[in-house]
């Protein structure tokens, strides 16, 4: 796998426990659709706290335990804050999690449902969010995933050993590789082997996707065509 | 609906913000309040930094990241921001735009983007020379406020930015809600023009 490769013309990474990808899954639908085009969906298993420390809380949000520095816990607040308000707009519910959750059995629950088509993907990607941020999805527990993945219309046969040993290896040696490519943030966009860390960058996006024509947009998020009833 | 911006003239980021910013101030008819903020740098890639565990590639990786995206918008608008991390002197025209909030504050959008623009366009000082010369008949007064008010006046515009959880620059603040980046500019709009039509998501 080439991280910066792909047949189809967009490559999106995305993971769960980011809040920011999971705003960006409907915009980035909606140019796909608008454009007519496939998108390749692909885990990126984030670790957070190499980069921005971590915290537990408790239900009511409570911080329990703490090894944030103090840039750390603003850029967080902020971060969860932004994505909050930008999912009300939308409809969408976001609760802050309680933990930093370990995503790669969900990551591999997606590159699963790739083998079942693209309709099988957007179920597997928009419930998983759906219910993660509203905190009803232990992502890490084997038997929620696989339900998931059921519900989603995919077969299990084969999944529970795709998520061990050599299989289970062989997705941690994928992430590096995305890792080493450059791409280390979420939503990932990969177009024309660029790579953009933003759902802000899909005006360029759009502009590099509908061939260049005219000047190129700067960042913005953007109005969209519609919203959900 | 009341819009603050706060900027940071060092900042690459402030800086490409300017002019979007600034059209929009225009298209809505409504002066926006430009304050001096220095708030925390950009996490910019240092290249002798060794990578010691994942935490510190990270910081390289993203850092070698912003600072290609800052300039691939730069490009494409024609400019050139040359060396993004040189050392820039900041504070004589952060003072100076805190006095003109004070003195003569129709003028500060004028000032903004012309100390901007000799920093970052023409890669020039924004020295005390340069920030009085562009004051003009305003100079009258500036350098006793630098030695006696201004400080308190950058040091609220800071405490009262954290107070509402912003920490870089630059930042929109509408009402008391805000917006860090200029990929925010329409939502600032939206918010403004009274959320007409489907919001910015």
């Known amino acids: ?229 | 609906m009341s819009v603050r911006v706060l900027v940071d003239f060092g900042s690459p980021a402030s800086y490409l913000a300017i002019a979007p910013a600034c059209e929009l101030e225009i298209r809505l008819g409504q002066a926006f309040e430009w304050l001096p903020y220095k708030g925390a740098p950009l996490p910019l890639a240092r290249p002798d930094e060794p990578d010691t565990d994942r935490g510190t590639r990270h910081r390289r990786v993203r850092g070698q990241y912003l600072l290609a995206d800052l300039r691939r918008y730069a490009e494409a608008r024609g400019l050139d921001l040359g060396d993004i991390r040189r050392a820039i002197e900041t504070e004589p025209a952060m003072l100076a735009l805190s006095w003109l909030n004070r003195r003569a504050p129709d003028l500060a959008r004028g000032f903004v983007v012309r100390a901007f623009d000799r920093i970052w366009r023409e890669h020039a000082h924004a020295d005390g020379n340069f920030v009085v010369s562009l004051l003009g008949a305003h100079a009258k007064g500036f350098e006793e406020y630098c030695r006696t008010e201004a400080p308190q006046d950058l040091q609220r515009v800071r405490t009262d930015a954290e107070a509402i959880g912003a920490w870089t620059s630059p930042v929109f603040v509408v009402g008391d809600e805000p917006f860090i980046g200029r990929q925010h500019l329409p939502i600032v709009e939206w918010l403004v023009t009274g959320q007409q039509g489907p919001p910015p998501i």
Do not use: N
């Not at chain 1, 298993?45 to 520095?69: K, M, N, W, Y």
């Not at chain 1, 790739?114 to 890490?140: A, C, M, S």
């Open chain 1, 1 to 229: 796998m080439d991280p910066l490769r792909s047949d189809r013309p967009l490559i999106v990474y995305v993971d769960f426990k980011s809040p920011y990808a999971f705003i960006a899954v409907q915009p980035t639908y909606e140019l796909a659709e608008q454009l007519r085009i496939p998108v390749e969906w692909r885990p990126l298993t984030l670790d957070i706290p190499s980069f921005a420390g971590s915290a537990r809380l408790d239900r009511d949000d409570s911080v329990l335990e703490s090894r944030r520095s103090e840039s750390q816990w603003a850029w967080v607040k902020y971060a969860y804050r932004d994505a909050r308000r930008y999912a009300r707009l939308r409809g969408q519910t976001l609760r802050g999690t309680t933990k930093i959750w370990d995503t790669t059995l969900a990551g591999m629950g997606l590159e699963w449902a790739k083998r079942f088509g693209d309709d099988v993907v957007r179920r597997y990607i928009e419930t998983t969010y759906e219910r993660f941020w509203k905190r009803e999805l232990d992502v890490e527990d084997v038997e929620v995933v696989e339900a998931l993945l059921r519900e989603c219309g995919a077969d299990l046969a084969g999944f529970r050993e795709s998520t061990q040993g050599s299989a289970r290896e062989e997705y941690l040696a994928c992430q590096l590789q995305i890792f080493d490519a450059g791409i280390f943030g979420v939503p990932g966009y990969v177009v024309d082997g660029e790579y953009f860390w933003g759902r802000e960058h899909l005006p360029r996006i759009r502009w590099i996707l509908e061939g260049r024509q005219g000047p190129s947009p700067d960042i913005a998020y953007q109005r969209v065509a519609r919203l959900p009833a």
